[in-house]
T-cell receptor
Framework: GQNIDQPTEMTATEGAIVQINCTYQ??????LFWYQQHAGEAPTFLSY????GLEEKGRFSSFLSRSKGYSYLLLKELQMKDSASYLC???????????FGAGTTVTVRA | GAVVSQHPSRVICKSGTSVKIECRSL??????MFWYRQFPKQSLMLMAT?????????EQGVEKDKFLINHASLTLSTLTVTSAHPEDSSFYIC???????????????FGPGTRLTVL
C-alpha cells in the first residue's frame, strides 16, 4: 500500500513564495511527480524527481529526499493564475502506475 | 505534442443506463492508458490500467463488470459505466503514456476529464 500526505490548503499573496510539502511511505519508489490541476480540469505535469536534490524549472522547483520520504514543490513569484490544486504522485515500480496524494489547494490573493 | 482527448466532456444520464467515455491519444501511440475517478475535493483514484490488445487490470475494489474497459487500438481506450447509479456520478479522467511521447520520464498525459452525472 501507499501513504502520501500533503497539506489540504495553503494561502499566499501575489508575488510571494509558497512551499508545498509531501511525505510518502510506499512499498517501492521509482519517481515522484508534481501536477497542477485547476478546478474541473485535468492535471498538468509540473515536475519529476527520481534522485535526491532540487530540480528547478522557471518559477517552480521541486526537491526530493528519498531517505526521508519527502518532497516539496516551491512556487516563486506567485501569480493569480497559480491558484489551483497541486498533486503529489509517487510511482512505485516500473509499471508506471501513479499513486496520488489528496492534493493541496493553493489560493493566491492580491 | 502528447495531447489526450476525452469525449464527452459532460454527460447526464438516467439511473440504470450505460455510458461510454472515449479516451484518445491524438499525436502519439499510447502503450498504456489509465482510468481514474475523482470525487469533489478528493484526489485521483486509479480504477484500472489498460494495455492495447489485452484485458485491463483493475484496482482492488473496482468492479470490472460494471466498468468495462476496451483498448482496441494504440490511440483509443473506452470506459463504459454499465447500469449507472447516482453514486457513480464523478469526474472520470484518463491518461496515456507512450514510450516516445513520454520523453525522459514516461510521464502520464491526462485527458480533460468527463463529468458524469447520474440522475
Amino acid at each position: 500500500g501507499q501513504n502520501i500526505d500533503q497539506p489540504t490548503e495553503m494561502t499566499a499573496t501575489e508575488g510571494a513564495i509558497v512551499q508545498i510539502n509531501c511525505t510518502y511511505q510506499t512499498s517501492g519508489f521509482n519517481g515522484l511527480f508534481w501536477y497542477q490541476q485547476h478546478a474541473g480540469e485535468a492535471p498538468t505535469f509540473l515536475s519529476y524527481n527520481v534522485l535526491d536534490g532540487l530540480e528547478e524549472k522557471g518559477r517552480f522547483s521541486s526537491f526530493l529526499s528519498r531517505s526521508k520520504g519527502y518532497s516539496y514543490l516551491l512556487l516563486k513569484e506567485l501569480q493569480m493564475k497559480d491558484s489551483a490544486s497541486y498533486l503529489c504522485a509517487v510511482r512505485e515500480s516500473n509499471d508506471y502506475k501513479l499513486s496520488f496524494g489528496a492534493g493541496t489547494t493553493v489560493t493566491v490573493r492580491a | 505534442g502528447a495531447v489526450v482527448s476525452q469525449h464527452p466532456s459532460r454527460v447526464i444520464c438516467k439511473s440504470g443506463t450505460s455510458v461510454k467515455i472515449e479516451c484518445r491519444s491524438l499525436d502519439f501511440q499510447a502503450t498504456t492508458m489509465f482510468w481514474y475517478r475523482q470525487f469533489p475535493k478528493q484526489s485521483l483514484m486509479l480504477m484500472a490500467t489498460s494495455n492495447e490488445g489485452s484485458k485491463a487490470t483493475y484496482e482492488q475494489g473496482v468492479e470490472k463488470d460494471k466498468f468495462l474497459i476496451n483498448h482496441a487500438s494504440l490511440t483509443l481506450s473506452t470506459l463504459t459505466v454499465t447500469s449507472a447509479h447516482p453514486e457513480d456520478s464523478s469526474f472520470y479522467i484518463c491518461s496515456a503514456r507512450g514510450g516516445l511521447a513520454g520523453g525522459l520520464y514516461n510521464e502520464q498525459f491526462f485527458g480533460p476529464g468527463t463529468r458524469l452525472t447520474v440522475l
